[in-house]
């Protein structure tokens, strides 16, 4: 074999070995209903302290598959399109029950109406629970 031949060869296994590791790295990526419970709640308490911070009267909405923020300007809701409270749709195969129905408002003076989401798919259920002020993602029944 000549030296590059063996090059050669070197580069291949090293683009295999990069392959394989990212295709291991997206397999233990994959979005859990833990990780969607505790984004809902990060998001969730986002946007009551968005809500306090800037005197605004914001909502947590939901719909089929997902759920998203909006704003109240006046006369009308408005949905975010800002990239922290856009829209987020739930990974396939995972579901949201809520204990009341949406709109929840979250208001300046934090005075947010409590809710309960369930998150569950598979064997996995998930409870995020806002009190009015702050959220928490724990395993249901916990």
Known sequence: MTLIEMLIVLAIIAVA????????????RAPSVESE???LAERLQAAADDAMLGDAM??????????GFAR????????????ALAPHSLPG????????R???????DGSGKPMTAVIEGGDQR????YDGL??????AGA
């Not at 070995?17 to 233990?28: H, K, M, P, R, Y």
């Not at 914001?58 to 759920?67: I, K, N, P, S």
């Not at 702050?134 to 395993?139: G, N």
Request: charged share 15%; proline share 8%.
């Open 17 to 28: 070995a990069g392959a394989v590791t990212l295709g291991i790295g997206a397999a233990t």
């Open 37 to 39: 419970a505790r984004r």
């Open 58 to 67: 914001l909502a947590f909405t939901a719909q089929e598959g997902g759920y």
């Open 72 to 83: 109240f300007d006046g006369r009308t809701w408005l949905p975010f399109e800002g990239e």
């Open 93 to 100: 195969g995972m579901t949201m029950t809520l204990s009341a």
């Open 102 to 108: 949406p709109p929840f408002v979250l208001g300046p």
């Open 126 to 129: 998930w409870s995020v629970v």
């Open 134 to 139: 702050t959220a928490t993602a724990r395993p």
